[in-house]
């Protein structure tokens, strides 16, 4: 998946490519590309709903990390698509929603 929509504070962008993996209730992704050096996010999801932590070092040297909710849902395309609303919790009081959609 790559990010096809992202907030003005967010770091990932189109050329960031993430491979997620899930087994039962647990899902994981590591992503790298763009400003994002190496970048992990670690969760569950219930019904079409995932919560993740995420960790990421950017090209920059910066060491970003927060937390997200997304909700899964199928483009008019067919394509699976997440849209999250994260917070950052190295960055206090910043906010957005990035937009995921399958390669």
Do not use: H
């Not at 999250?84 to 937009?99: A, D, L």
């Amino acid at each position: 998946m790559n990010v096809i929509e992202t907030a003005e504070d967010g770091v990932v962008n189109k050329d960031t490519i993430f491979y997620f993996t899930q087994k039962d209730n647990y899902v994981e992704a590591k992503y790298s590309g763009g400003k994002i050096k190496n970048g992990f996010l670690v969760g569950l999801i219930k019904e079409n709903n995932f919560k993740f932590s995420y960790c990421q070092l950017q090209t920059d040297g910066i060491l970003d990390n927060g937390s997200s909710s997304s909700e899964l849902t199928v483009s008019s395309e067919g394509k699976i698509r997440l849209i999250e609303r994260f917070e950052w919790k190295s960055r206090p009081g910043e906010i957005g929603v990035n937009i995921f959609e399958e390669n």
